[in-house]
C-alpha cells in the first residue's frame, strides 16, 4: 500500500497546508507554496482538501504505484503520464497497481502538485504532514525525496476518473506577473522616489528562489532616508535590531534585491522590510519560474481582503464542483 | 520609547516597541505578547516576541484587522500597568570557547571577516577592549543573557547581553555570510550571541561551542524529548565555560541519554535590575545552585 519513489525529480518534498503555532521559536508553516493547487488537486481525487500531496519543482518525479489508485497533477503545467501515456492536467486519473506515473517536460509554472487517493501518509509532526528542510522535520524523514523511498498511502476512495477542474478556476500567474504588496513595516526607511520607483520597475525572479523566499533583480537600488544607526541594528541602512518577519515580507538588503518570504520563512533577521504582498497572492509566487518579469503592484487592506474573499470564492467554486 | 504599529499585509501586525535595543523594550514586548496570549483573542494564530519588537498572525476571515488593531492598541495599556517582573528560568549553558572546529570554519571563510589575520574571538576581544581571550570568556561568561528572541531558524535563541551598554561586547557581522557554520556554534553579531541550533550558513562572529544539543527534531534527546526545542523567549542563559575533556565528557553523555543540563526557576525584577544590574545578576544566576 504504497508508492516507490523511482527517481525524484529536482525537489520533491511531501506538503500539505501546514504546520501553524510555531513561528514564535523559529519553525515555520511550511506547506504547499501554492495551496490553492494542492487544495484543488486532492479534491479532484477525493480526499480532504489539506491531505498531504508530493510538491514537484520545475520537474517531475517517477513513482510505481503498489496498488490502485486516483491521481490528480494541478498547479504547474507539468504532463503527467502513466506508463508513458499522456494524462490530462488538473483532472482526475487512474493508476493500477504496478503502472509508472511520470512527467513530461514543465510547460508553464514552477511547482506541480500531485494527489493521490489516501493522501501520502507520513507522520504527523507538530499538527502538520508537511516538510521543512532546514530543520529536517516533517515530511519524509525531514527531506525532499531520493531514489528508493517509499511512501506509504493513506486509506482511500476511488472517485470517478475524469473529474476536472474548469480552465477559469486555474488561478496562475500573468505576464508580466503581478504580486499585490500593502506597504508598511519599514517602508519610511526608504526616500518617497525610491518607493515610487520600486512600484514602476519591472523585477526578475533571481535564480536563487525556493521554499523560504523568492529574490528579484533588475529593479533599480533603493534609496534609504538618512539616520544615526540605532544600538544593535547594525550600520548598514538597511539594517534594524533583528526582528519578525511576516509571511510574504518583503525585505530589502542594503536595498538592492527584494526578497519575498514564503513557506519556510525564515522567521526574524535584522533586514528591513518595504511591505507585505497580499495573502491572496502567495500561490502565485509559487509558480513563478527564474527570470519571470514581475510587478509588484501597491494595494490597500481593502484591496486586500477583496482579493483575500475573491481566492476564497474560487477555492469554493471548485469544491462546490467537484463535490 | 513610541509604539509603531503597523500591518504586515492582510494577516500580521507587527509592533516595533523601540528602534533601538534595550532591556525596556524587550520587557515591553514581553508584556503585551503576555497580555495578548492570556486574553485568547479568536482568530490570533501566532504570538512571536522579538528582541525589541513582536509579530501578531491573525486570521482575517475570523477578525477583521482594524479590529485586531483595536484589541492590541488597548492591550498596550493593561501591560503598561503590569508589573515588570518575570517568573522565568535560568539555563547553564556549557561553552568550550575557542575550539578547534568554529576555528576551522573560521579559517576556511577567512577572507570574507573584517580582521583575516586574526581569529574571531581574537579580533572581537581586540575591538571590545578586553584582555585577550582569556579577558574576553571572562567578560562574556561573567553575566547572564536574556533570550530576546528564538527563531531565524527552528530553536535558534538571540541572546541579549544583562549589563550596562557600556560594557556589553559588540561586534560586526562577517563582510560575507559563511556558507557553513557547525552545528551549536556560539556566535555574535551586534550586540546580540546566538547559538546556531542547526549547521548552516551564517553571518555573525564564531566564539565556541556548546555540547548540548537545543533542537532535536526527532527528539531522541532526553530533555527534549516533550519538546524538541529547549529555548523560549525570556529564559536566562547563564555561559559556562569548560575544556576539551569536558566537552567530550557531555557529548558522550548526551549521546547516552545519561546528560541533563541545569536549569532552575528564577524571577527577575526589571526594576530591581535597574537599580543594581550586578546584584541582581548575581542573585539570578545563584538560583543555579539552589539558592
Given at each position: 500500500m504504497a508508492i516507490n519513489v523511482l527517481k525524484p525529480g529536482l525537489s520533491t518534498t511531501v506538503q500539505d497546508l501546514g504546520r501553524p503555532g510555531y513561528y514564535h521559536i523559529g519553525i515555520p508553516t511550511s506547506g504547499g507554496m501554492d495551496t490553492l493547487s494542492l487544495a484543488a488537486a486532492n479534491l479532484l481525487v477525493g480526499n480532504d482538501a489539506g491531505a498531504a500531496v508530493l510538491e514537484a519543482v520545475f520537474m517531475g518525479p517517477e513513482l510505481e504505484f503498489t496498488q490502485d489508485a486516483m491521481v490528480a497533477v494541478t498547479g504547474a503545467?507539468?504532463?503527467?503520464?502513466?506508463?508513458?501515456?499522456?494524462?490530462?492536467?488538473?483532472?482526475?486519473?487512474?493508476?493500477?497497481?504496478?503502472?509508472?506515473?511520470?512527467?513530461?517536460?514543465?510547460?508553464?509554472?514552477?511547482?506541480?502538485?500531485?494527489?493521490?487517493?489516501?493522501?501520502?501518509?507520513?507522520?504527523?509532526?507538530?499538527?502538520?504532514?508537511?516538510?521543512?528542510?532546514?530543520?529536517?522535520?516533517?515530511?519524509?524523514?525531514?527531506?525532499?525525496?531520493?531514489?528508493?523511498?517509499?511512501?506509504?498511502?493513506?486509506?482511500?476512495?476511488?472517485?470517478?476518473?475524469?473529474?476536472?477542474?474548469?480552465?477559469?478556476?486555474?488561478?496562475?500567474?500573468?505576464a508580466p506577473a503581478e504580486l499585490r504588496m500593502l506597504p508598511g513595516l519599514y517602508w519610511h526607511r526608504i526616500t518617497e522616489q525610491a518607493g515610487r520607483n520600486f512600484f514602476e520597475d519591472t523585477w526578475k525572479v533571481a535564480p536563487e528562489a525556493d521554499r523560504i523566499g523568492y529574490r528579484f533583480k533588475a529593479g533599480r537600488p533603493l534609496d534609504f532616508v538618512p539616520r544615526t544607526p540605532p544600538f544593535g541594528a547594525g550600520s548598514d541602512p538597511s539594517n534594524i535590531v533583528d526582528a519578525c518577519y511576516p509571511y510574504g515580507s518583503v525585505q530589502v538588503?542594503?536595498?538592492?534585491?527584494?526578497?519575498?518570504?514564503?513557506?519556510?520563512?525564515?522567521?526574524?533577521?535584522?533586514?528591513?522590510?518595504?511591505?507585505?504582498?497580499?495573502s491572496a497572492d502567495m500561490d502565485l509566487i509559487g509558480q513563478l519560474q527564474p527570470h519571470t518579469p514581475t510587478k509588484f503592484v501597491k494595494v490597500t487592506m481593502e484591496q486586500a481582503l477583496t482579493a483575500r474573499a475573491d481566492r476564497r470564492k474560487t477555492l469554493e467554486a471548485i469544491a462546490k464542483a467537484l463535490a | 520609547m513610541t509604539t509603531r504599529y503597523t500591518f504586515g499585509g492582510d494577516e500580521h501586525i507587527f509592533v516595533e516597541c523601540s528602534?533601538?535595543?534595550?532591556?525596556?523594550?524587550?520587557?515591553?514586548?514581553?508584556?503585551?505578547?503576555?497580555?495578548?496570549?492570556?486574553?485568547?483573542?479568536?482568530?490570533?494564530?501566532?504570538?512571536?516576541?522579538?528582541?525589541?519588537?513582536?509579530?501578531?498572525?491573525?486570521?482575517?476571515?475570523?477578525?477583521?484587522?482594524?479590529?485586531?488593531?483595536?484589541?492590541?492598541?488597548?492591550?498596550?495599556?493593561?501591560?503598561?500597568?503590569?508589573?515588570?517582573?518575570?517568573?522565568?528560568?535560568?539555563?547553564?549553558?556549557?561553552?568550550?570557547?575557542?575550539?578547534?572546529?568554529?576555528?576551522?570554519?573560521?579559517?576556511?571563510?577567512?577572507?570574507?571577516?573584517?580582521?583575516?589575520?586574526?581569529?574571531?574571538?581574537?579580533?572581537?576581544?581586540?575591538?571590545?577592549?578586553?584582555?585577550?581571550?582569556?579577558?574576553?570568556?571572562?567578560?562574556?561568561?561573567?553575566?547572564?543573557?536574556?533570550?530576546?528572541?528564538?527563531?531565524?531558524?527552528?530553536?535558534?535563541?538571540?541572546?541579549?547581553?544583562m549589563v550596562d551598554r557600556d560594557r556589553q561586547i559588540q561586534s560586526p557581522k562577517y563582510l560575507r555570510p559563511r556558507t557553513d557554520t557547525p552545528r551549536l556554534t556560539v556566535g555574535h553579531g551586534g550586540c546580540f550571541a546566538c547559538i546556531y541550533s542547526v549547521r548552516g550558513a551564517g553571518g555573525y562572529q564564531m566564539f565556541g561551542i556548546t555540547p548540548m544539543p537545543i533542537y532535536d527534531p526527532n527528539q531522541t534527546t532526553t530533555?527534549?524529548?516533550?519538546?524538541?526545542?529547549?529555548?523560549?523567549?525570556?529564559?536566562?542563559?547563564?555561559?559556562k565555560p569548560?575544556?576539551?575533556?569536558?566537552?567530550?565528557?557531555?557529548?558522550?553523555?548526551?549521546?547516552?541519554?545519561?546528560?541533563?543540563?541545569?536549569?532552575?526557576?528564577?524571577?527577575?525584577?526589571?526594576?530591581?535590575?535597574?537599580?543594581?544590574?550586578?546584584?541582581?545578576?548575581?542573585?539570578?544566576?545563584?538560583?543555579?545552585?539552589?539558592?
Open positions: 503545467d507539468l504532463p503527467p503520464k502513466v506508463d508513458g501515456q499522456d494524462q490530462p492536467g488538473w483532472t482526475a486519473f487512474k493508476v493500477k497497481k504496478g503502472q509508472v506515473l511520470s512527467f513530461g517536460f514543465l510547460k508553464k509554472g514552477a511547482r506541480g502538485y500531485i494527489a493521490v487517493s489516501g493522501g501520502i501518509d507520513v507522520p504527523v509532526v507538530l499538527g502538520s504532514r508537511s516538510t521543512y528542510t532546514l530543520g529536517a522535520l516533517g515530511g519524509f524523514e525531514g527531506r525532499k525525496l531520493a531514489a528508493g523511498d517509499v511512501l506509504p498511502l493513506g486509506k482511500g476512495a476511488l472517485v470517478a476518473e475524469g473529474r476536472s477542474v474548469a480552465e477559469d478556476l486555474r488561478r496562475a500567474p500573468g538588503p542594503s536595498g538592492t534585491e527584494p526578497i519575498v518570504l514564503h513557506r519556510d520563512a525564515v522567521s526574524g533577521g535584522g533586514y528591513m522590510m518595504i511591505g507585505t504582498v497580499v | 528602534e533601538e535595543m534595550s532591556l525596556d523594550a524587550f520587557f515591553r514586548g514581553m508584556s503585551i505578547t503576555n497580555a495578548l496570549r492570556d486574553a485568547k483573542i479568536k482568530g490570533v494564530t501566532e504570538i512571536c516576541p522579538a528582541n525589541a519588537s513582536f509579530q501578531v498572525r491573525f486570521n482575517p476571515d475570523i477578525i477583521a484587522p482594524d479590529e485586531m488593531m483595536r484589541q492590541l492598541k488597548a492591550l498596550e495599556a493593561v501591560a503598561q500597568s503590569a508589573p515588570s517582573t518575570l517568573n522565568t528560568r535560568i539555563i547553564e549553558v556549557p561553552v568550550y570557547y575557542n575550539d578547534p572546529w568554529t576555528h576551522e570554519t573560521g579559517q576556511r571563510f577567512r577572507e570574507r571577516h573584517q580582521d583575516p589575520s586574526s581569529t574571531d574571538i581574537e579580533y572581537t576581544a581586540r575591538i571590545n577592549n578586553l584582555d585577550g581571550i582569556d579577558g574576553f570568556i571572562k567578560a562574556h561568561s561573567g553575566a547572564p543573557w536574556f533570550v530576546s528572541m528564538v527563531g531565524f531558524v527552528a530553536g535558534l535563541p538571540f541572546l541579549y547581553q530533555y527534549l524529548r516533550d519538546f524538541m526545542c529547549l529555548f523560549k523567549p525570556g529564559d536566562i542563559v547563564k555561559w569548560i575544556g576539551r575533556e569536558e566537552y567530550d565528557h557531555t557529548v558522550a553523555e548526551v549521546d547516552a541519554g545519561r546528560w541533563q543540563p541545569r536549569i532552575a526557576p528564577v524571577t527577575f525584577s526589571l526594576e530591581a535590575f535597574a537599580k543594581d544590574i550586578d546584584g541582581t545578576n548575581a542573585r539570578v544566576m545563584e538560583a543555579l545552585n539552589g539558592h
